[in-house]
């Protein structure tokens, strides 16, 4: 890495609740199942005690594209726990669901082109 560059952001991924036949994936709550089973990986690790507060973490966040349930993972879970990563990815993959990579256009100065 050119150390005048700032780091790159991590890819992020979308995993949706469509099989690649089409099919809505079931049970309905799956991407909060999903994105509940990997809320302890988060940036400083897990933080307990009586503060804590329940919530997704930043890497894996259950949404929706358009009317169908999805879950945005971000490649920065690789780093962090590359088996979380895997256990994610492997899911998509056991379960026939689509997953794309999350393209995001760059920044335009002075707006978008007319």
């Keep these: 890495m050119n150390p005048s560059q ?13 099989t690649k036949e089409g099919r809505t994936f079931r049970p309905s709550d799956w991407a909060e199942r999903l994105a509940g089973a990997m809320s302890c990986f988060r940036p400083g690790g897990n933080v307990g005690g009586p503060g804590a507060r329940i919530g997704y973490s930043p890497y894996c966040v259950p949404t929706s594209v358009g009317n169908v349930k999805a879950v945005l993972v971000s490649e920065a879970l690789k780093e962090l726990e590359p088996m979380a990563w895997d256990f994610v990815m492997n899911f998509a993959r056991d379960n026939d669901l689509q997953v794309a990579e999350v393209c995001v256009l760059p920044d ?6 007319r």
């Design 6 to 18: 700032p780091p790159s952001k991590p890819r992020e991924f979308v995993v949706q609740g469509l």
């Design 108 to 113: 335009v100065p002075g707006g978008a082109p």
